[in-house]
């Protein structure tokens, strides 16, 4: 059933995709509180315990697990058991979900209610779910759906509802816990909740990771939580967290489940629910903190309309047959299983390259509407441009797109002309049409201060670029390569791949790229030698197969039809060069001694306003804290900066010439260094 | 009056055992007439406390299966009505009718009785080799009086233990490298004889005892390009002396359980060492392979009972001096001999602790509600050290191959009590058939005390749920690990090949160990093509302090698959690199042979490798004990090491 998919590449566009089905036309036709309350029966693991959620928390607390680290924290700190297994009960009481199927019946006939009025259709592949029904009577099974909205978990638990499949439990953020009344509603539909950061608190990781561990063991219902983490803002996957990877995993590595099933769900929006949200919050306007008023305010969205949603179950992945030859699971055999021990190198490298792959898994199955398209166009053409210029390229990006393999929610009948018009009006916030020309939507139009109608102007460009980035996975990788080939001195396949790597490692938090070769221990294995090209072989591939390039023995050479594709595919990354030559200059010539991290947003954001307003420099990207946290993540990786701690202050220190190296690097000044090793 | 009553029930129990356990029927008129000694060992052994023993025949295929398990005359087999029965006299269930088995098979394998796969009837000599004889040797034993023979059936005897593939091959009339020759040396100087005439003239060894190998130890090795000699055991077979004030009995090695047991019960002893095989399994080969016995929660392993043993190796004789219960002198010797598996000498003479015959023996059974409530009182039972001679436990598949053999009932009365036993534990007690499982007991000892036993391992067991299930299932629980292997030439007849494996695995795994290795079964099968849904179950058949063996029973219907014997193989692989990933050992006491030699250095590190190469380099340089068992060959290790050395990464 769960197969090595997640291993299969070649040819994307001959991908087979499920067909999709609307789950809101029964809806809109049959009553909602006969829905909301009629029999729920759904399949079961077939080695399931059944418990209570509170036998479940008593598992917990009696569990060798926890009263190991019980004792252990008790002799560090000297503080007696019972009054740690009282933190412990404490710890376990805040996190614990109390799933209730009258909550789900209230929001599956609230929600129902919601989604008519905002969405057009939302819409499942059926045949993904016959897959996970079957998953989910086989092997205890974790759903990982891409996060991009709130609604993410509502809707996940109301598809599962509707298709009589086994209700999740949700790992979700303490951060919900603030809305008084709905946390607690959240809680009764089965999210649990944990700290956003619990670094070095033994008892609370012992706790959650064992809480989490007796669900999946027992059987006790499919664990979901959200690979990146948190909600991506903009749009473009996040790098995987690997924490609740790895505790689920954990059962099978120690033989305590036959086989755990993971399964990628991308979750597609047409419109965001929080859209306009993302982009101030990107520009340094603090997101509203949850709460329950805030969310009420939020009706008035009730009235717009937001297109569909398209939600795609991916196959099943089998972890036993993901870790075949790379696990060797005898290593826990000679430590009993209850003593908490640190991942091993193989493990933590496994855990992060199935991260990535199902990361990427989730990229690959998000349908794309025709808007992405335009939207990518839009965004190298922030001046505006002809409306019928705008059809033509985007039908000849639909091509492309197809060609690399994009899951491109388009009939083929469906003209361009028509696609554009139709997106534009459903659009209407965010572009305008004016004499012909197709122009980005300022709000509000007039503005008092340059400051102000800059901060408008990126308002609106850092919301179109959130559509842009949703189809930014598929024309990553070749985008790469196309700079790499204009920074390279020659054509020579590993001088280009010298290139290609420098801005691997550069942007590897910005996109999903694979994890790189080297490791914690240095060692180098053949898989990771191979993983390590594996981004560039497919970009080879890709830019061949359309007929970009021609890869002659030793030479990648750019065919005439190529010129075209490789300059769009560089323009769609000119946005992310520039924003990290702006975060670099910024290093160079303005950061102090002293500077904290906290204090580096808002100084490198009113550095690259200035630089917007007196260089002329169009990149609003650079204003996003997104780019600039990714690139003080790349530059601190790449030791360009290093973090000093000065009393109780961590400050950041600059190696000036480092990062002008880098700055050149991604300018094209300087042809790239070739790489110490070439690994082709 | 007591004494005579004692005595009595003593005689009462030794007959009972026998029949019940060893279970076959003394059968003087099959054994050679006329025995031809070599020398005159025999003769010495008179003036010594010497009992008679009967002789496993040289010519063993005149009483024994040549294709097939155990004895010729017994055997299992659908009658023309279609039902099951076991044929000859030498079991409980000889003669008997089986009526629920035929349904039991074909619902459990999806086999028909329709679709049979018969075995080769007899052995054609032609397709056998014929012998590469080594003509000084053969000269040089001539001149000894060692009898020995080069006739086809002697040869493919023991060329085989009893693995599936061996089996498969002798059904389908294939043979593959067999001995050359076979041997029977009658006492230790024979075999020191035959050992020195094989080391001066280059000649492979092959030690053979019962032949009930199940870890390919007794293939010859395709390789050998030498002559193959098989060393027969079976004629040392005597009880050369009983040592009642320290309770020792010195036999030779190639006696074989049933017949030890037999003889020391004359005399009012037993050894307690009961391993399922031993009807024909011998001492010898139990001291090669760190055998194991039914019953040593109170008698120990071979391990535990050995107190001296002589073996002859190309170096010379190894033994110690003298029969001190324990010794601090330097690392046990016996324990390279222990396990050694015929790849160092041949083990001549043991001297073994004996015990008196038990008083009282009586077994029991008790169900579960399911296997997990079953090994957590296993797990008790351990933990207060209180576990009866034995106490094994079934799953539930094995609780229904169980049932599939219970005879024909006599009365309708007893089908009756049958009925509303059936209907007390699952309809009153709530049992679900399809999870419940059973364990089996069997007490030994003083009636008093057996019955304060019994009552304190009830006790435990009640409190994981536990009901008592009398006598009557214990007892079948036993007698089924005897006839198992019968049933499996059965199954070969309609295409349903299987075959069973061990392990041993601390007590906190046991439970995942189980399911993790019975679901692999099943998933292996289902990806190598069997269109059928395989037989995968398992039992805990000993407890130790700090864990448990347990046992697989792995068979499947092979119809439509080219290679069934490879996919077998490939199953039965990654079972076990199932069990070694869920912490289970390499083998419990069926060894590692050739089958499972590829783990050793997994197993036991290389360096512990290497000890036992150098154990093997210093006592047999030429590999005159060539069966190639548990190391590698010397080539195969230095390129293995070679393939070692880390590839840089550049």
Same mark, same amino acid.
């Given at each position: 059933?769960?197969?090595?998919?997640?291993?299969?590449?070649?040819?994307?566009?001959?991908?087979?995709?499920?067909? &999709?089905?609307?789950?809101?036309?029964?809806?809109?036709?049959?009553?909602?509180?006969?829905?909301?309350?009629?029999?729920?029966?759904?399949?079961?693991?077939?080695?399931?315990?059944?418990? $209570?959620?509170?036998?479940?928390?008593?598992?917990?607390?009696?569990?060798?697990?926890?009263?190991?680290?019980?004792?252990?924290?008790? $002799?560090?700190?000297g503080e007696a058991t019972d009054i740690i297994q009282e933190e412990a009960v404490v710890i376990l009481e805040e996190m614990a979900q109390r799933l209730q199927l009258s909550t789900i019946r209230f929001f599956a006939f609230t929600l129902s209610k919601a989604f008519k009025a905002l969405f057009q259709s939302i819409r499942v592949n059926e045949e993904g779910i016959q897959r996970l029904q079957q998953a989910i009577q086989e092997h205890p099974v974790v759903l990982l759906p891409s996060h991009r909205s709130y609604l993410d978990f509502l809707?996940?638990?109301?598809?599962?509802?509707? /298709?009589?499949?086994?209700?999740?439990?949700?790992?979700?953020?303490?951060? &919900?816990?603030?809305?008084?009344?709905?946390?607690?509603?959240?809680?009764?539909?089965?999210?649990?909740?944990?700290?956003?950061?619990?670094?070095?608190?033994?008892? /609370?990781?012992?706790?959650?990771?064992?809480?989490? $561990?007796?669900?999946?063991?027992?059987?006790?219902?499919?664990?979901?939580?959200?690979?990146?983490?948190?909600?991506?803002?903009?749009?473009?996957?996040?790098?995987? $967290?690997?924490?609740?990877?790895?505790?689920?995993?954990?059962?099978?590595?120690?033989?305590?489940?036959?086989?755990?099933? %993971?399964?990628?769900?991308?979750?597609?929006?047409?419109?965001?629910?929080?859209?306009?949200? /993302?982009?101030?919050?990107?520009?340094?306007?603090?997101?509203?903190?949850?709460?329950?008023?805030?969310?009420?305010?939020?009706?008035?969205?009730?009235?717009?309309?937001?297109?569909?949603?398209?939600?795609?179950?991916?196959?099943?992945?089998? %972890?036993?047959?993901?870790?075949?030859?790379?696990?060797?699971?005898?290593?826990?055999?000679?430590?009993?299983?209850?003593?908490?021990?640190?991942?091993?190198?193989?493990?933590?490298?496994?855990?992060?390259?199935?991260?990535?792959?199902?990361?990427?898994?989730?990229?690959?199955?998000?349908?794309?509407?025709?808007?992405?398209?335009?939207?990518?166009?839009?965004?190298?053409?922030?001046?505006?441009?002809?409306?019928?210029?705008?059809?033509?390229?985007?039908?000849?990006?639909?091509?492309?797109?197809?060609?690399?393999?994009?899951?491109?929610?388009?009939?083929?009948?469906?003209?361009?002309?028509?696609?554009?018009?139709?997106?534009?009006?459903?659009?209407?916030?965010?572009?305008?049409?004016?004499?012909?020309?197709?122009?980005?939507?300022?709000?509000?139009?007039?503005?008092?201060?340059?400051?102000?109608?800059?901060?408008?102007?990126?308002?609106?460009?850092?919301?179109?670029?959130?559509?842009?980035?949703?189809?930014?996975?598929?024309?990553?990788?070749?985008?790469?390569?196309?700079?790499?080939?204009?920074?390279?001195?020659?054509?020579?396949?590993?001088?280009?791949?010298?290139?290609?790597?420098?801005?691997?490692?550069?942007?590897?938090?910005?996109?999903?790229?694979?994890?790189?070769?080297?490791?914690?221990?240095?060692?180098?294995?053949?898989?990771?030698r191979e993983r390590d090209t594996r981004d560039f072989e497919e970009a080879c591939y890709l830019l061949m197969k359309c007929g970009a390039v021609q890869i002659l023995k030793q030479d990648i050479v750019v065919t005439e039809r190529g010129r075209p594709v490789l300059s769009f595919l560089s323009g769609m990354l000119e946005p992310f060069l520039q924003g990290y030559q702006v975060v670099c200059r910024y290093f160079r010539e303005e950061a102090n001694e002293g500077l904290t991290e906290k204090q580096y947003v808002p100084a490198v954001r009113?550095?690259?306003?200035?630089?917007?307003?007196?260089?002329?420099?169009?990149?609003?990207?650079?204003?996003?804290?997104?780019?600039?946290?990714?690139?003080?993540?790349?530059?601190?990786?790449?030791?360009?900066?290093?973090?000093?701690?000065?009393?109780?202050?961590?400050?950041?220190?600059?190696?000036?010439?480092?990062?002008?190296?880098?700055?050149?690097?991604?300018?094209?000044?300087?042809?790239?260094?070739?790489?110490?090793?070439?690994?082709? | 009056?007591?004494?005579?009553?004692?005595?009595?029930?003593?005689?009462?129990?030794?007959?009972?055992?026998?029949?019940?356990?060893?279970?076959?029927?003394?059968?003087?008129?099959?054994?050679?007439?006329?025995?031809?000694?070599?020398?005159?060992?025999?003769?010495?052994?008179?003036?010594?406390?010497?009992?008679?023993?009967?002789?496993?025949?040289?010519?063993?295929?005149?009483?024994?299966?040549?294709?097939?398990?155990?004895?010729?005359?017994?055997?299992?087999?659908?009658?023309?009505?279609?039902?099951?029965?076991?044929?000859?006299?030498?079991?409980?269930?000889?003669?008997?009718? =089986?009526?629920?088995?035929?349904?039991?098979?074909?619902?459990?394998?999806?086999?028909?009785?329709?679709?049979?796969?018969?075995?080769?009837?007899? =052995?054609?000599?032609?397709?056998?080799?014929?012998?590469?004889?080594?003509?000084?040797?053969?000269?040089?034993?001539?001149?000894?009086?060692?009898?020995?023979?080069?006739?086809?059936?002697?040869?493919?005897?023991?060329?085989?233990?009893?693995?599936?593939?061996?089996?498969?091959?002798?059904?389908?009339?294939?043979?593959?490298?067999?001995?050359?020759?076979?041997?029977?040396?009658?006492?230790?100087?024979?075999?020191?004889?035959?050992?020195?005439?094989?080391?001066?003239?280059?000649?492979?060894?092959?030690?053979?005892?019962?032949?009930?190998?199940?870890?390919?130890?007794?293939?010859?090795?395709?390789?050998?390009?030498?002559?193959?000699?098989?060393?027969?055991?079976?004629?040392?077979?005597?009880?050369?002396?009983?040592?009642?004030?320290?309770?020792?009995?010195?036999?030779?090695?190639?006696?074989?359980?049933?017949?030890?047991?037999?003889?020391?019960?004359?005399?009012?002893?037993?050894?307690?060492?009961?391993?399922?095989?031993?009807?024909?399994?011998?001492?010898?080969?139990?001291?090669?392979?760190?055998?194991?016995?039914?019953?040593?929660?109170?008698?120990?392993?071979?391990?535990?009972?050995?107190?001296?043993?002589?073996?002859?190796?190309?170096?010379?004789?190894?033994?110690?001096?003298?029969?001190?219960?324990?010794?601090?002198?330097?690392?046990?010797?016996?324990?390279?001999?222990?396990?050694?598996?015929?790849?160092?000498?041949?083990?001549?003479?043991?001297?073994?602790?004996?015990?008196?015959?038990?008083?009282?023996?009586?077994?029991?059974?008790?169900?579960?509600?399911?296997?997990?409530?079953?090994?957590?009182?296993?797990?008790?039972?351990?933990?207060?050290?209180?576990?009866?001679?034995?106490?094994?436990?079934?799953?539930?598949?094995?609780?229904?191959?169980?049932?599939?053999?219970?005879?024909?009932?006599?009365?309708?009365?007893?089908?009756?009590?049958?009925?509303?036993?059936?209907?007390?534990?699952?309809?009153?007690?709530?049992?679900?058939?399809?999870?419940?499982?059973?364990?089996?007991?069997?007490?030994?000892?003083?009636?008093?005390?057996?019955?304060?036993?019994?009552?304190?391992?009830?006790?435990?067991?009640?409190?994981?749920?536990?009901?008592?299930?009398?006598?009557?299932?214990?007892?079948?629980?036993?007698?089924?690990?005897?006839?198992?292997? !019968?049933?499996?030439?059965?199954?070969?007849?309609?295409?349903?090949?299987?075959?069973?494996?061990?392990?041993?695995?601390?007590?906190?795994?046991?439970?995942?160990?189980?399911?993790?290795?019975?679901?692999?079964?099943?998933?292996?099968?289902?990806?190598?093509?069997?269109?059928?849904?395989?037989?995968?179950?398992?039992?805990?058949?000993?407890?130790?302090?700090?864990?448990?063996?347990?046992?697989?029973?792995?068979?499947?219907?092979?119809?439509?698959?080219?290679?069934?014997?490879?996919?077998?193989?490939?199953?039965?692989?990654?079972?076990?690199?199932?069990?070694?990933?869920?912490?289970?050992?390499?083998?419990?006491?069926?060894?590692?042979?050739?089958?499972?030699?590829?783990?050793?250095?997994?197993?036991?590190?290389?360096?512990?490798?290497?000890?036992?190469?150098?154990?093997?380099? !210093?006592?047999?340089?030429?590999?005159?004990?060539?069966?190639?068992?548990?190391?590698?060959?010397?080539?195969?290790?230095?390129?293995?090491?070679?393939?070692?050395?880390?590839?840089?990464?550049?």
């Open positions: 059933m769960a197969s090595k998919t997640l291993y299969s590449q070649r040819d994307p566009a001959l991908k087979k995709r499920d067909d &999709f089905e609307d789950i809101l036309e029964e809806r809109r036709n049959f009553s909602d509180l006969r829905y909301a309350l009629r029999c729920y029966t759904p399949v079961l693991y077939k080695g399931m315990t059944p418990c $209570k959620p509170s036998m479940l928390k008593t598992i917990v607390l009696q569990s060798e697990q926890l009263h190991y680290v019980v004792n252990q924290v008790s $002799k560090e700190t809707l996940m638990s109301y598809i599962l509802y509707t /298709y009589d499949l086994a209700l999740p439990v949700i790992a979700a953020g303490m951060d &919900f816990l603030g809305m008084k009344f709905v946390g607690e509603m959240l809680r009764m539909s089965g999210a649990f909740f944990i700290r956003r950061s619990f670094g070095g608190d033994k008892l /609370y990781w012992a706790v959650f990771s064992e809480y989490v $561990k007796t669900m999946l063991r027992n059987g006790y219902a499919p664990i979901e939580f959200f690979l990146e983490g948190t909600r991506s803002r903009t749009c473009k996957s996040l790098t995987p $967290k690997l924490g609740l990877l790895n505790i689920v995993m954990d059962p099978f590595f120690k033989g305590e489940v036959f086989d755990v099933n %993971v399964v990628p769900i991308s979750i597609s929006y047409e419109r965001v629910l929080e859209e306009a949200l /993302y982009a101030r919050e990107l520009l340094g306007v603090p997101k509203p903190k949850e709460s329950t008023s805030g969310l009420l305010k939020a009706r008035r969205i009730l009235s717009e309309d937001y297109g569909s949603i398209h939600v795609y179950f991916g196959q099943p992945v089998s %972890v036993r047959s993901l870790a075949q030859g790379r696990i060797n699971r005898s290593q826990y055999n000679l430590v009993p299983r209850h003593i908490p021990a640190k991942p091993s190198e193989d493990a933590l490298d496994f855990v992060s390259d199935t991260a990535y792959r199902l990361v990427r898994k989730q990229e690959e199955n998000m349908v794309l509407r025709p808007w992405v398209l335009i939207a990518a166009i839009l965004m190298q053409n922030l001046d505006g441009m002809d409306s019928a210029l705008l059809t033509e390229q985007t039908a000849w990006l639909r091509g492309l797109a197809r060609a690399f393999g994009a899951f491109l929610d388009w009939p083929d009948n469906e003209p361009a002309a028509k696609a554009v018009s139709s997106s534009l009006a459903l659009h209407r916030d965010l572009v305008r049409t004016e004499g012909g020309r197709v122009l980005l939507t300022e709000q509000p139009p007039e503005s008092s201060s340059p400051e102000e109608a800059l901060f408008n102007r990126a308002v609106a460009a850092l919301s179109c670029a959130s559509y842009r980035n949703q189809i930014l996975h598929v024309f990553l990788r070749p985008a790469l390569a196309a700079v790499a080939m204009d920074a390279a001195a020659t054509s020579r396949k590993d001088d280009v791949y010298g290139s290609f790597a420098l801005l691997r490692d550069v942007f590897s938090n910005e996109f999903i790229l694979c994890p790189g070769a080297a490791s914690r221990t240095g060692v180098v294995t053949l898989a990771r009113s550095f690259a306003v200035k630089r917007i307003l007196s260089d002329g420099l169009k990149c609003y990207e650079a204003l996003s804290s997104d780019l600039q946290k990714n690139a003080l993540a790349a530059l601190l990786r790449m030791n360009a900066l290093k973090k000093v701690k000065v009393v109780d202050l961590v400050t950041l220190k600059v190696n000036k010439t480092a990062v002008k190296t880098l700055e050149d690097a991604l300018g094209c000044k300087v042809p790239v260094q070739k790489p110490v090793l070439a690994r082709l | 009056m007591a004494s005579n009553y004692n005595s009595a029930e003593r005689q009462r129990i030794a007959q009972q055992r026998l029949k019940i356990i060893a279970g076959h029927l003394q059968k003087d008129e099959d054994g050679e007439p006329t025995r031809i000694f070599a020398n005159d060992c025999k003769a010495e052994a008179t003036d010594r406390h010497s009992s008679s023993t009967s002789t496993m025949p040289k010519r063993r295929q005149e009483v024994m299966k040549w294709n097939g398990w155990g004895y010729s005359d017994s055997r299992f087999l659908f009658n023309k009505k279609g039902q099951a029965e076991f044929t000859g006299k030498r079991y409980r269930l000889s003669g008997m009718i =089986l009526p629920s088995l035929k349904d039991w098979f074909e619902g459990t394998f999806g086999a028909s009785l329709q679709h049979k796969t018969p075995a080769a009837t007899s =052995l054609s000599s032609s397709a056998v080799q014929p012998p590469s004889l080594n003509e000084d040797f053969v000269q040089d034993l001539k001149a000894t009086g060692i009898p020995y023979s080069h006739e086809a059936e002697d040869r493919v005897f023991r060329a085989h233990g009893h693995c599936l593939h061996e089996i498969f091959a002798l059904r389908e009339g294939k043979f593959g490298r067999v001995p050359d020759m076979v041997v029977w040396p009658n006492c230790h100087d024979a075999v020191v004889k035959i050992v020195e005439l094989a080391s001066k003239h280059n000649v492979c060894l092959i030690p053979y005892g019962g032949g009930t190998s199940v870890s390919s130890a007794l293939e010859c090795p395709q390789e050998e390009t030498r002559s193959i000699v098989s060393v027969d055991t079976s004629q040392m077979n005597r009880i050369l002396w009983i040592d009642e004030k320290n309770l020792t009995a010195h036999v030779e090695a190639g006696i074989v359980g049933q017949e030890l047991e037999r003889a020391l019960n004359e005399s009012g002893y037993c050894t307690g060492h009961e391993p399922d095989s031993m009807e024909f399994s011998s001492l010898g080969g139990w001291v090669a392979t760190r055998a194991s016995g039914m019953k040593k929660n109170i008698y120990g392993n071979i391990e535990d009972l050995v107190v001296h043993i002589r073996m002859v190796t190309p170096r010379g004789v190894i033994e110690k001096s003298c029969q001190g219960p324990r010794m601090s002198t330097g690392p046990d010797i016996h324990h390279f001999i222990l396990g050694s598996e015929g790849t160092l000498g041949v083990v001549t003479e043991v001297t073994m602790k004996i015990r008196p015959v038990p008083e009282y023996q009586k077994y029991g059974s008790v169900v579960f509600p399911n296997f997990e409530q079953g090994v957590a009182c296993l797990r008790e039972v351990a933990r207060q050290r209180c576990a009866p001679a034995s106490i094994r436990l079934m799953d539930n598949a094995q609780f229904q191959f169980g049932h599939a053999l219970k005879p024909q009932v006599s009365s309708i009365f007893t089908s009756f009590l049958d009925g509303l036993k059936n209907i007390y534990i699952t309809k009153f007690k709530g049992f679900d058939p399809h999870r419940l499982c059973v364990a089996t007991l069997l007490f030994e000892g003083n009636r008093e005390r057996v019955l304060q036993h019994e009552k304190q391992v009830y006790d435990i067991a009640a409190t994981f749920g536990g009901l008592a299930a009398g006598e009557d299932n214990g007892q079948r629980g036993y007698m089924l690990t005897f006839v198992i292997a !019968y049933l499996r030439d059965l199954g070969m007849d309609y295409y349903v090949i299987g075959e069973s494996f061990e392990t041993s695995v601390p007590w906190d795994r046991v439970l995942d160990l189980c399911r993790n290795v019975k679901e692999r079964i099943v998933r292996e099968c289902k990806d190598k093509g069997v269109q059928f849904p395989p037989l995968s179950t398992c039992r805990v058949t000993q407890t130790y302090d700090a864990g448990a063996c347990v046992y697989f029973y792995f068979a499947f219907n092979y119809r439509g698959l080219a290679d069934p014997v490879h996919v077998y193989e490939q199953v039965e692989h990654a079972a076990r690199e199932e069990i070694l990933a869920n912490g289970g050992s390499l083998s419990h006491h069926h060894g590692v042979g050739k089958l499972r030699k590829q783990w050793m250095q997994e197993s036991i590190s290389s360096v512990g490798l290497g000890m036992l190469k150098s154990v093997k380099d !210093y006592v047999d340089p030429d590999n005159i004990f060539g069966n190639r068992n548990l190391l590698s060959s010397r080539n195969q290790h230095r390129t293995a090491a070679r393939a070692g050395v880390p590839v840089s990464p550049q």
